[in-house]
């Protein structure tokens, strides 16, 4: 069994059985909503995130894990005698990356065996990066080496999607290169991906269903034609929408894992209702 303990937080939004399955830790973002603080996935999740919003007069706001949260991740795995590795969402979309390098910093004893690495990517494309250094531990890949594949990972990942809006990502201060949409978007449903760690404008469509057929087409040139390929869903309380998209996806570029997850209420809040994207691994 690998000395080698993985943590990562909550915007992967992995399915338990496998958070279970490889012993992941799973560091939790922050969701502020009015005078309430809930940890993302254990306090509220996405079914019940998504109901109360639909309601809601006061917007939530969202905040990186706390500094807390990872030092008691951190020490708890370091006196058990592990060397952690830390893959977090994008530094580019949340300072979770700062809050873990600075909990490393403040265990003096340990936190050399503590590594933060960055996946420049978020939901389930960072879920397919913790995996497969996960299988590379259990196939008894060195530190060195599990370090090296955590850090080259992003290079094999992706997320494609589509919003109804880009008022949720404006007011979150995630919207990055889709900036340049706002304003000029009328009906149109907006196209983005993640691209070097932030969100990035891609296309725009009229209407909801010629959008999705433009994620599966843009996945599937940026897979082009590398294997194995994996890939997962990520919505936001549009269920229905999201299994036909996966089981499109899945005919059409035969995954060897295929996984249907929501999206975390922290990434919701940034999100909006209504976004079905894909996320993807390929050629690792």
Known sequence: MSNIALVTDSTTYMPPDLVRK????????VLIWGDQTYKDGVDIESREFFTRLKTAKVMPTTSQVA?????EIFQEL????????????????????QSAAQARDLMGTGR?????????????????????VARALEDGASLKDAIALAERSYQHTGVVFAVDTLEFLHRGGRIGGAQRFLGTMLNMKPILAIQDGRVEGVDRIRTKS????????????????????????????????????LARAEQALNPVESVFTEVSPTVGTHAGP??????????L
């Open 210 to 245: 010629k959008a999705h057929d433009r994620v599966l087409e843009l996945v599937t040139e940026k897979i082009a034609g590398r294997s194995p390929v994996r890939l997962a869903t990520l919505h936001a309380n549009a269920t229905e929408d999201a299994k036909a998209l």
């Open 274 to 283: 209504g976004t079905v994207g894909l996320a993807f691994m390929a050629g």
């Open 112 to 132: 050399d065996k503590v590594h933060v690495v960055d996946s420049q990517s978020v939901a389930m494309a960072l879920g397919f990066q913790v995996l497969a």
């Open 78 to 97: 370091v006196e058990k005698g592990h060397e952690v590795i830390a893959l977090l969402v994008s530094s580019k979309l949340s300072g979770t990356t």
């Open 22 to 29: 490889y012993n992941i830790s799973v560091a939790p973002q």
């Open 67 to 71: 500094v807390i949260s990872f030092q």
